[in-house]
Structures are given as structure tokens and as C-alpha cells.
């Protein structure tokens, strides 16, 4: 008999997750994003005097997937375009075992004297509720949602209400997919494929865009290519392949436990051009990322 559909659990994830990472390029696409504009970025934030006395200091809060690294490199850009200054850095994560290998990374660090960190395993809308409860309404220099969004029940209110987290000159970076993306194409078209146990939002750059020009906010998108190779994805009884549909489709042993005729549509159309093309052989699907910048 074979086992019914069912969504990844929290660890389930975060081995799928790393089964995405190790064949992507998303963090050296993050990684040209912090070279090329992040220091741009983060010297508009003002709130530093020139004069940076002893007490100056900066507040950032993290709220994304598990990125450590990428939030520890902000961090350093952060300290070298502010030398002297104190970086106040709070992470918001729900998943208890990307909270403790972040804790594991900064316990690694030896360059981070002057940053303290607080973390609250929480969800984006259990620290929203949390703060609303305590009525402390902490402000931010610089927030970064990255990649998160689409596990966020109310995107519209939650970007309002962390972009009213931010001090003045503060900025707001949210890292999405972009719409030129396989995944743009492969949810527009293919959504049906896709099985019903994947609970997380359809949404790509020009949604997120779009919240934005409503709520009538400045903003600023920067789009970087990024691919992830799904190779083994074809090829039959293949473990790795197995874990990257796994986290494409949301779903435990999805090749597995989806009908065929599902999961021969959905790996069809993942070799359509508009997600996916071929090099030297391997499957490359396209996993584009924007990086909208938003004004305080």
C-alpha cells in the first residue's frame, strides 16, 4: 500500500533545505548582492552620529530561512561601513534547530565583540503579536526578511507592520524570488501539479511590489540570476533527487508517495524552458532572486 501525501515536518525540512543549498547558487547570488550593494545600502542608514561616541550603536533584526551565514556577512558590512559602532541584532525563527546552529555559528565567530544577539523562536506574527501585547514597539535600523514571506499567513499586514519597525533612515530588505524565475513560471502554469499538502504562498517579486506601491512606500528592486541544479531529480530511486522534490513540492517522499501521473506532470514541466535549462547535460532550473530595498 503506498503511504498517503503529507507536508515536510519542521526537521524534514531543513534536511531538504540543505539538500536545495548544496546544489544552488543562492548564496553566492546573496553573496554578489552583499559585494555590489550592501554597502551602498547600509551607509544610508543615519542614525549614527559622525561623531560615533561610545554609546552609538546599531539595531537590526533578522526574520528569514535559515541564512546565518548571510545575516553574519550583513553584519560585517554593517561594522565595516561603521566601524566602532554596536550592532543590537535580534533573529526571528521559528524552527528550534536554526536557532541553534546560528547560535553554533556565532559561538565559531571571533570578529563579533561588539554585536550582541537575542533570539526568538517565534514566528514572524508571534513576534508581531508579542510586541503588540507588550506594547514595546522597538525600532530598527535595518530589517531583512529573506526568502520568508511565503509562509506568512497575512503578507500585506506583516510588511506594514515590520516597516513600522523601522527608525528613521531604516531600511527594509526583503529577498523573494524574482518573477523571472522557474518557480514564477512552474506556479503559474503548472499550479495544479503541485499537491495540496504545500501550505506556503505562491508569491514572487511583483506580488511583494505591488504591497508595497499600496502602502505607498519607497522602494527599490536589484534582480541577481541564481540556478540550482535538479538533476537528480530524474533520475530514479536517487536519494539527493528524492530530498530536491521533496522541497520543491513542500511534500515527504514525494516521488514516492504522489500518484504517477503527478509527478510525471510536475517533472515535466520542470524541464520546460521557462524553469529550466541544460547545460553540459544537467538540468539547471532557474531560482532568480530579487532584492527589494524598502525606504523607512
Given at each position: 500500500m503506498i503511504p498517503s501525501m503529507r507536508s515536510l515536518t519542521a526537521e524534514e525540512y531543513v534536511e531538504a533545505f540543505k539538500s536545495f543549498l548544496d546544489h544552488?547558487?543562492?548564496?553566492?547570488?546573496?553573496?554578489?548582492?552583499?559585494?555590489?550593494?550592501?554597502?551602498?545600502?547600509?551607509?544610508?542608514?543615519?542614525?549614527?552620529?559622525?561623531?560615533?561616541?561610545?554609546?552609538?550603536?546599531?539595531?537590526?533584526?533578522?526574520?528569514?530561512?535559515?541564512?546565518?551565514?548571510?545575516?553574519?556577512?550583513?553584519i560585517r558590512i554593517l561594522q565595516a561601513v561603521h566601524p566602532g559602532v554596536s550592532i543590537d541584532n535580534e533573529i526571528v525563527e521559528p524552527n528550534p534547530q536554526h536557532v541553534?546552529?546560528?547560535?553554533?555559528?556565532?559561538?565559531?565567530?571571533?570578529?563579533?565583540?561588539?554585536?550582541?544577539?537575542?533570539?526568538?523562536?517565534?514566528?514572524?506574527?508571534?513576534y508581531e503579536q508579542q510586541v503588540k501585547e507588550k506594547g514595546t514597539h522597538k525600532k530598527f535600523d535595518f530589517?531583512?526578511?529573506?526568502?520568508?514571506?511565503?509562509?506568512?499567513?497575512?503578507?500585506?499586514?506583516?510588511?506594514?507592520?515590520?516597516?513600522?519597525?523601522?527608525?528613521?533612515?531604516?531600511?527594509?530588505?526583503?529577498?523573494?524570488?524574482?518573477?523571472?524565475?522557474?518557480?514564477?513560471?512552474?506556479w503559474k502554469k503548472h499550479r495544479d501539479c503541485l499537491p495540496a499538502t504545500d501550505s506556503g504562498h505562491y508569491i514572487t517579486c511583483s506580488g511583494i511590489t505591488e504591497v508595497l506601491q499600496r502602502l505607498g512606500v519607497e522602494h527599490r528592486v536589484y534582480e541577481f540570476p541564481s540556478g540550482w541544479d535538479i538533476t537528480e531529480c530524474f533520475i530514479e530511486g536517487d536519494a539527493v533527487g528524492g530530498r530536491m522534490m521533496d522541497f520543491l513540492t513542500g511534500t515527504k517522499n514525494f516521488l514516492g508517495t504522489a500518484p504517477p501521473a503527478l509527478r510525471r506532470r510536475l517533472q515535466e514541466a520542470l524541464c520546460q524552458p521557462e524553469c529550466s535549462s541544460t547545460r553540459d547535460g544537467r538540468v539547471i532550473?532557474?531560482?532568480?532572486?530579487s532584492m527589494i530595498v524598502v525606504e523607512s
Open positions: 544552488s547558487t543562492e548564496h553566492q547570488c546573496m553573496d554578489e548582492f552583499n559585494k555590489e550593494q550592501m554597502p551602498n545600502i547600509v551607509a544610508g542608514i543615519t542614525r549614527l552620529c559622525h561623531c560615533m561616541s561610545h554609546k552609538a550603536e546599531h539595531a537590526s533584526l533578522l526574520l528569514g530561512d535559515f541564512l546565518a551565514g548571510q545575516d553574519l556577512k550583513m541553534a546552529a546560528y547560535k553554533e555559528l556565532v559561538n565559531q565567530a571571533a570578529d563579533l565583540q561588539n554585536v550582541s544577539f537575542i533570539w526568538h523562536q517565534l514566528t514572524s506574527l508571534e530589517i531583512h526578511m529573506i526568502q520568508m514571506l511565503y509562509r506568512v499567513e497575512d503578507i500585506p499586514n506583516t510588511i506594514k507592520f515590520f516597516h513600522s519597525c523601522l527608525d528613521h533612515h531604516g531600511k527594509l530588505l526583503i529577498i523573494i524570488l524574482s518573477d523571472s524565475s522557474g518557480w514564477a513560471s512552474l532550473f532557474s531560482n532568480n532572486l
